[in-house]
């Protein structure tokens, strides 16, 4: 562990409303955001089960509750299952453009839309530009911006952070009129192939949560490992 690790400084929010399990009480551990941060601690931090939004680092910090599971995908067992090749192949059409950042009115239009029609009862709710581009910067010159055109037509976008060790799927928002395409699939699909091309070990996906419908689809993709007691370990 490098001496920038042992000599973190962490600090927790008051509690508040959990925004995935009704009617309980969520505590979050942040990283001082004074705190020089880097691809290599950033990395490191990830391992221990920590997640990036905007320019700050944190982790769920719950007394009664332990819900929230860091979960990843091993890019090199990872073998997609038959709906999910039938996702791929409905989606062979599109095409991924890399682009410096998102703050055009195409991208933020989409985002819009997405936020509306998806998450109306969220967080993000209502979609407004300036937390958008605060939520979705590239901190620390490590996020990279996928777009994905349908022909002239831009259907998704994913913020995609490259650590040392994989990709962490940070956002995806798209078209909420192509349900047809699993775009929200799609991309952790189209992740996890982009990891095993660059070589990468794993594609980190946020938090992983039992008993909340929003985060079910996570464990579709198997095998997904999990970050308990301080070890990862496959889900069974």
């Not at 982790?59 to 819900?67: I, K, L, M, Q, S």
């Not at 990843?72 to 067992?77: C, E, G, Q, W």
């Not at 055009?104 to 109306?120: C, G, K, M, P, T």
């Not at 909340?212 to 970050?227: D, G, N, T, W």
Request: charged fraction near 25%; hydrophobic fraction near 35%; charge should be neutral.
């Amino acid at each position: 562990m490098t001496s920038s690790m042992r000599d973190l400084k962490v600090y927790t929010t008051y509690p508040h409303s959990c925004s995935y399990l009704e009617e309980q009480e969520a505590t979050t551990l942040f990283v001082d955001p004074r705190q020089q941060m880097d691809k290599k601690l950033y990395s490191n931090l990830s391992l221990l089960g920590f997640r990036r939004s905007g320019n700050h680092i944190y982790r769920p910090h719950c007394t009664h509750c332990e819900a929230c599971i860091p979960a990843r995908v091993p890019v090199a067992s990872f073998s997609p299952k038959r709906g999910q090749r039938r996702t791929m192949k409905r989606n062979q059409d599109l095409i991924a453009v890399r682009t410096e950042d998102i703050r055009d009115e195409a991208a933020f239009d989409l985002y819009r839309r997405y936020i509306e029609q998806r998450h109306s009862d969220g967080d993000m709710y209502p979609p407004d530009r300036e937390q958008y581009e605060s939520f979705l910067n590239n901190a620390w010159n490590c996020t990279r911006y996928h777009r994905f055109y349908a022909g002239a037509k831009l259907v998704a976008v994913a913020v995609v952070d490259e650590l040392m060790d994989g990709l962490s799927a940070i956002y995806t928002f798209f078209d909420p009129g192509e349900d047809r395409r699993s775009l929200g699939s799609y991309a952790i699909l189209w992740q996890i192939e982009y990891a095993r091309d660059l070589g990468l070990d794993y594609v980190y996906l946020g938090y992983w949560i039992r008993d909340c419908q929003k985060m079910a689809y996570k464990s579709e993709f198997r095998p997904l490992e999990l970050y308990v007691n301080s070890r990862w370990t496959a889900l069974l």
